[in-house]
């Protein structure tokens, strides 16, 4: 690597942000060919970037061949084979850790890689991986990687019908399961979830089952297989399939606006060298620091930073098995204590909800190991930043607030830590290679500064989803058409006087709760499916731990006798259709919804009354029935 790459590769000034910024804009070709040199190709590439946001088509590093995991695992082999790459800490505290060095983990990945294959899987299959936070997650997903399988990681609180759906969405070949799942004092039963989904799945050919809980499970003949002896007897090495740069990596399905969950697709080449510049230096990761995330790997903050960011950086990345609360609410502290973690990166809804416990929790652990710390998943208040800074911080570490998208595949805007000055709230300033723009509703972009607006992107960055798995005409249609010739985020955002971003939150139909995706039409279509249950809107409002919950108004066909009972029922419809993590905070029977006379609901108004902010609905006259908001503000639930 020469000199003017170490520099584009490693920002370590102020100064180098803004070169680095500057060179990504005015040369992105030459930045990224600078940034991609670091790492191990079977071949290069011809063309750094082609691109045509009308169509949308995206190819970084087109002709190049790569392995992923040849770059998170076998290129570190020889420098760092016994450096830990995982250190595994399970659910219960009394339980061993683990630790897991790149020696192993290469050995463990091929050794299943190559139980993959034996098992007929080859390039391009998809594989659905509906596992809890264990080792053998991370090797299910980089041996997918391997083989050239294309793994789709189904986040293991999501129901049966919610899993099944995603098989069936990208015609799954394979599940990998475990028994069961350790959630604090709770045991989800992940086997019997998958076999009630498997149902409904013509795909599925083969089940692999790690045992986790080792309770008793149904093993279907012919068809599911455990873990220990799929790879039982299997070689543990494994030459990598040779990918082409554009080949799919991954899919991950996120809520939409509209219809179902979409299932997004990551591409190797860009992906990896886009997770692995941002991971290295917003947190500025120095060679041997542990890095926490507490992310799951079912989510996209666990695919690019527990997983392949980190672990192409050749870095100690900590998987955790467990939640917050569990066996108090002094966890997260307890386990940086204990494996002395520099780096943590968290959720607000998280803080927001340590922040509300005793202070004792915190107190009782020594945190000074912490360096950086990171939030991700929803807008940071201001407040609740201040408790981190403070109290886990101690005043002394960087908070970098990264904002991204399953979409974007790696930060967008975020600080570089220590070295972008930080504002409370604010995720400050694009990373090198994003572009944003804020536009107007007419669709104008808005210049200067102290502005709001609609955060579009507007030049292409590697890691940027590349389709919606089967229906590229949705891709467009949700990203491309809003603001002509840019990448629209869904989100709005201000642009303060030193041209810092905050970003304000979803414009659109999304809520996000507890950190976590929800469509409203997704929750209202699950809550429709009760018998008793006419017709739905569901509205998000601010909640102080969850950033947002949901508020649903469900008209039933008859006005129900025991309510509480029918909310129980609604609930449990939800969790079943889509999973505890959709479940309404709050449900109102109402007669009617406020309808324009077009049939449309004014979610306007309900999001209002959903947040006790009645005193300007605004405009109601082209409502078909104005009385109908009076009767559902006499019985809105505060
Ligand atoms: C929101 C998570 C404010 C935003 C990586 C985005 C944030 C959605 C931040 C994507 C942040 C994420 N500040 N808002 N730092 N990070 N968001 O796909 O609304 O689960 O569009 O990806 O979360 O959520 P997703």
Redesign the pocket.
Known sequence: MNQASALMNTITTPNEYKQAYQQSVEDPEKFWAGVASDFLWRKNWDQVLQWDFAKPEVKWFDGAKLNITENCLDRHLLERGDQTAIIWEPNDPQEDHITITYNELHQRVCQFSNALKDMGVVKGDRICIYMPMIPELAVAVLACARVGAIHSVVFAGFSSSSLADRINDASCKMVITADGSYRGEKIVELKKITDDALQSCASIEKVIVVKRTGKEVNMQENRDVWWHDAIDDMADTCEPEVMDAEDMLFILY?SGSTGKPKGMVHSSAGYMVYTNYTFRNAFQYQDGEVYWCTADVG???GH?YILYGPLSAGAVTVMFEGVPSYPDMGRFWQVVEKHKVNIFYTA?TAIRALEKADLSFVEKYDLSSLRVLG??????NEEAWHWYDKNIGKGGCPIV????????GGFM??PIAGITETKPAF?TLPMPGVQPALMDKDGNEIGGNAVEGRLTIKFPWPSMARTIYGDHERFKQTYFSAFEGKYF???GAKRDEDGYYR?T??VDD?I?VS???LGTAEIESAIDEHDKVCETAVVGFPHDVKGNAVYAFVICYQAPSDEDTLRKEILETVSDIIGPIAKPDKIQFVGGLPKTRSGKIMRRILRKIASSDTSNLGDTSTLLDPSVVDEIMAGAIN
């Open positions: 996120t989510w996209i903050t690019s607000p939030t991700v998943g929803e807008p940071i607030d990264t904002y991204w998208q399953t979409e974007t805007i975020s995720a985020t869904g989100d970003i939150g979803r999304v996000i950190g976590h995706n």
